[in-house]
């Protein structure tokens, strides 16, 4: 079972557009959702996170938009760079209980020049 | 300089063989993982430690076994390896409680012929 869903698989824009990439999870008690950026040959890195008692976190360029009611969020990244190019992972951990970050299986995002 | 080293980068292996994975973090941090990057799973969660105690075992095969000699060490020694078991494993840590987002080593790549 999938717990933490992404969609879509890839995704292509131009420079300057908005890119905007979803996720969607299973398990009500999860409570912390960070997004993690990861280019080819490099380990992930974290890029932005958000926890349920706020339905907005944003950082420069980059903002997760989340929605308790339905278990989704959306990354969006506003006047999209060609060095954003790259697979965006999102991921998801509840404070209670298991240890484990669990992974969705990643938007390979690519920004046309 | 790498906060998280991991050793070696590259390590190729013959099926049935035994080989350990080395991990070490300069971070001061409490709680270290292990998670695996495939084709097949991108960024699978194995292992999580704290304070050199084992606190989530995502892995079902015992051929994968956790090795923490210091705080700021966590090895993984695979057994009776297979040409499966070929995959990217990533060392990471966080400062100690769960629900924080973890910093990921550089990875071993291993292939298993």
């Known amino acids: 079972q999938q717990q933490v869903r992404q969609s879509p698989q890839s995704l292509t824009v131009w420079e300057g557009e908005t890119a905007i990439l979803n996720c969607s999870y299973e398990?009500?008690?999860?409570?912390?959702f960070p997004w993690y950026w990861q280019f080819p040959r490099e380990s992930p890195a974290l890029l932005i996170a958000i926890r349920p008692v706020s339905n907005k976190k944003e950082d420069g360029r980059f903002t997760i938009f989340f929605n308790k009611r339905e278990k989704k969020l959306s990354l969006h990244i506003t006047d999209s760079q060609p060095g954003d190019s790259a697979t965006y992972f999102c991921a998801a951990s509840a404070s209670s209980g298991s240890w484990q970050l669990i992974f969705g299986s990643g938007t390979q995002l690519t920004v046309m020049p | 300089d790498p906060k998280i080293i991991q050793k070696p980068k590259y390590l190729v292996a013959v099926t049935g063989s035994e080989k350990i994975l080395i991990c070490e973090q300069y971070l001061g941090h409490n709680a270290m993982y292990w998670y695996r990057q495939s084709a097949k799973k991108p960024l699978e969660f194995m292992f999580s430690?704290?304070?050199?105690?084992?606190?989530d075992n995502q892995t079902a095969s015992s051929r994968f076994q956790p090795q923490s000699s210091k705080k700021n060490h966590l090895d993984l020694q695979i057994t009776a390896l297979k040409p499966d078991d070929s995959a990217t494993y990533f060392c990471?840590?966080?400062?100690?409680?769960?629900?924080?987002?973890?910093?990921f080593g550089e990875g071993t790549r291993l292939s298993v012929l």
């Open positions: 990471a840590s966080s400062q100690d409680s769960n629900n924080q987002a973890p910093l």
């Open positions: 430690y704290s304070y050199q105690k084992l606190m």
């Open positions: 398990d009500s008690t999860f409570d912390y």
